[in-house]
């Protein structure tokens, strides 16, 4: 029995180890299965980066009918890439941590690994004339093709005449080498070309939007040329091409861009012109001194693009635009002398009619140069307006479409409460108020601002009086450009994705009892590097500023270049033995700036804790420092051009700004903070 009882146990542990070992078989196969339905996208988006490979059959790219009358057979789609599949080659596979010197050997050993070295087709794409080729070899290094024409003869030209002969006329010229850039790949079904089709893109998108002719003469070659150049013009063209950059922004840059281009053809060809001349003649030493100037034109337009270019910086500093291109013109008084009140409504009952009358039109309108106009768009109101006219808008919400620019003095009112006459922005647009007449009141109105490119109302010159209205922002709130006045009383300002007020150099900014909230910066105070820039002049009285996630007042300022650095050290050395050392104050007044700060680094200063009241001081310390300082900049000059101007001392220096009264709370860095770049 014990015999029996053991070889019974010996079987069932057996038929238990054989079972076992089946179930683990069975289950190491469902976890096969499953891990290649959970890995199979992994494996398919590896085997479409630009380094796939094309066992996978079928092209993954669209394809594109030419126009025109010829029959041209269809091309690959590729001008429609998303800005992080440019970004992913440019930076994996194309230029990498390359240095400017090295783009071209980057880019040529790039093509050499993706593009197909022959038998491939294209339209060779000019200004001119269109025609089929067939590609026989690549050269990388020079970005060039050798190609031939295809039978049949397929060409379209563009107000000239060309045939075959011809044609082979002008590649035999050319030694049948075109450049890469002006071919567009035939669409190939199997898949075969599509690296090819992308790497042509690639190369033509690169030097027609990103590449400067002056890159490769940058001083500076020890950087990655990625990060520092194609990144943020990368993003800069899908910003303005994704309407996120202000059309005057967008109308300046490329102006920019233009005059840089030319300035650069000039300084080469004259500094080509110097290196050929043997002499050394008086016209050569002229011709030093034109190159040094257009050296220092070139780098001051250079400059300029890099602000724009920088995402950041490009809000930060702003632009300077002529206000004439950006807003209409004035038309004056009415050509018979009499002035317009325009009502607005959507609809008016008897009794709403005969209050309007009673308390608002006859006490304030009743003279004969008066005359009544309705409207039931705010808008088409303004846009009506002469010299002088009042703009009535009575209680209601108003949705527009478009913008307010105010050329001429008007008044623009509401009729009742604040928060019931609104007027709101519908679409997208570069500013809701564009402000330029010389003397524009509006009160007692409520703005609404969605889904904005600019801000919600610039004072681009003249005088604004804005009493009792509300603001609610989108993007930066209102600004206050160069010469340019605002009067800014009880208002309430939020919202604001930048700062709540932006007040430029040389601007008047009067803020008066208003309240500025739930912005990222509270007010921003802008000063530029140019001498020729006076600091704004300021009055900031009662005014309650909190719950803003930066600062409740910044300071936009350069940092100390050694050159600027050394002449005002120079000034105050000259000043302190002609006055025994009374500037020594306003040294001490000053705050220098971070260590390590230099320009292009962007760097806050230390946030100052005052809260409340106490940043009222603290802020008018630093913005008499700074303005003392332009001064002695300015006063140098002043002195080289050989003119003298009046003695200021520091007490003089304050007469610009009256900061007290105004509290402060809850603002996420402090009460005040100064920004260097």
Same mark, same amino acid.
């Given at each position: ?8 146990? =010996? ?55 030419? #126009? ?12 429609? *890439? ?49 025609? &089929?080729?067939?590609?026989? @070899? ?6 060039? =093709? ?47 070309? @599509? ?22 003469? #940058? ?16 993003? *800069? ?46 016209? #050569? ?6 190159? &040094? ?157 969605? @889904? ?46 930048? =700062? ?148 200021? #001392? ?28």
């Amino acid at each position: 029995m014990p015999g029996e009882e053991e070889e019974a146990v =010996a079987q069932a542990t057996e038929i238990s180890i054989e079972s076992l070992e089946e179930g683990n078989v069975q289950f190491q196969d469902e976890v096969s299965a499953v891990k290649q339905v959970l890995f199979l996208d992994q494996d398919d988006d590896s085997s479409n980066s630009d380094y796939g490979s094309h066992d996978k059959p079928g092209t993954v790219l669209q394809r594109l009918v030419p #126009d025109g009358n010829v029959l041209f057979p269809d091309i690959f789609q590729t001008n429609q *890439l998303l800005f992080y599949e440019r970004f992913k080659a440019y930076q994996d596979y194309m230029l990498g941590d390359c240095r400017t010197s090295e783009v071209k050997d980057f880019t040529a050993e790039y093509l050499e690994k993706v593009l197909e070295p022959s038998g491939w087709q294209a339209v060779w794409r000019t200004e001119v004339f269109e025609v &089929l080729i067939e590609v026989v @070899d690549v050269e990388y290094l020079v970005l060039k =093709a050798a190609v031939e024409l295809v039978t049949p003869f397929l060409c379209e030209t563009k107000g000239c005449e060309l045939t075959e002969e011809s044609m082979k006329d002008l590649l035999e010229a050319k030694e049948h080498k075109v450049p890469l850039q002006e071919l567009y790949v035939v669409y190939d079904e199997s898949g075969e070309f @599509d690296q090819t089709a992308l790497a042509v893109e690639h190369v033509r998108f690169f030097y027609k939007h990103i590449w400067r002719s002056w890159d490769e003469e #940058d001083e500076d070659d020890d950087f990655d040329y990625f990060v520092r150049c194609v990144e943020p013009r990368l993003r *800069l063209y899908y910003d303005i091409l994704e309407d996120r950059v202000p059309s005057g922004l967008v109308a300046e840059y490329r102006s920019l861009v233009s005059q840089c281009e030319e300035k650069y053809k000039e300084f080469t060809s004259l500094r080509n012109c110097i290196s050929n001349s043997d002499s050394e003649s008086e016209l #050569d030493n002229v011709s030093m001194v034109e190159g &040094l100037k257009m050296y220092d034109d070139l780098e001051s337009l250079k400059r300029k693009l890099k602000i724009i270019e920088n995402p950041l910086l490009r809000y930060v500093l702003g632009y300077q635009v002529n206000s004439g291109l950006q807003s209409n013109r004035a038309k004056g008084p009415r050509p018979t002398g009499e002035r317009m009140v325009h009502v607005v409504s959507s609809s008016m009952t008897v009794s709403q009619l005969q209050t309007l009358m009673r308390d608002k039109l006859c006490p304030d309108f009743s003279g004969e140069e008066f005359e009544l106009q309705f409207h039931s768009d705010p808008l088409a109101a303004v846009n009506a307006c002469y010299e002088g006219d009042v703009v009535v808008i009575c209680p209601g919400h108003y949705s527009v479409n478009g913008s307010f620019s105010i050329p001429d003095s008007i008044e623009l009112e509401g009729f009742g409460l604040t928060d019931e006459v609104v007027i709101e922005k519908l679409g997208k647009g570069d500013i809701f108020l564009d402000l330029t007449g010389a003397n524009v009141k509006i009160s007692n109105l409520k703005f609404v601002q969605h @889904d904005a490119v600019e801000g919600i109302l610039c004072v681009r010159q003249g005088k604004t009086v804005m009493e009792n209205c509300v603001l609610q922002c989108e993007t930066t709130g209102v600004t206050v450009r160069t010469s340019a006045e605002l009067f800014m009383n009880i208002c309430d300002l939020y919202g604001a994705k930048g =700062a709540g007020v932006e007040i430029y150099p040389g601007s008047t900014c009067s803020l008066v009892g208003n309240g500025i909230h739930h912005c990222k910066e509270g007010i921003l105070i802008k000063d530029f590097t140019d001498e020729f820039y006076t600091m704004p002049k300021i009055t900031m009285m009662n005014n309650v500023i909190h719950n803003n996630e930066g600062y409740g007042v910044i300071l936009v300022k350069p940092a100390d270049l050694p050159r600027m650095k050394k002449t005002t050290e120079e000034d105050f050395q000259d000043e302190s033995k002609e006055n025994g050392g009374q500037k020594k104050e306003a040294d001490e007044e000053e705050v220098p700036p971070a260590e390590g700060c230099v320009e292009g680094n962007n760097q806050f200063r230390e946030p100052h804790t005052q809260e409340h009241t106490e940043g009222n001081d603290v802020i008018t310390n630093e913005l008499v420092a700074t303005s003392s300082k332009k001064s002695q900049l300015q006063k140098k000059k002043m002195i080289e051009l050989g003119l003298t101007m009046a003695d200021d #001392d520091l007490m003089s220096q304050e007469m610009f700004v009256s900061i007290n009264g105004n509290h402060f709370k809850r603002n996420g860095k402090g009460s005040f903070g100064t920004f260097f770049y």
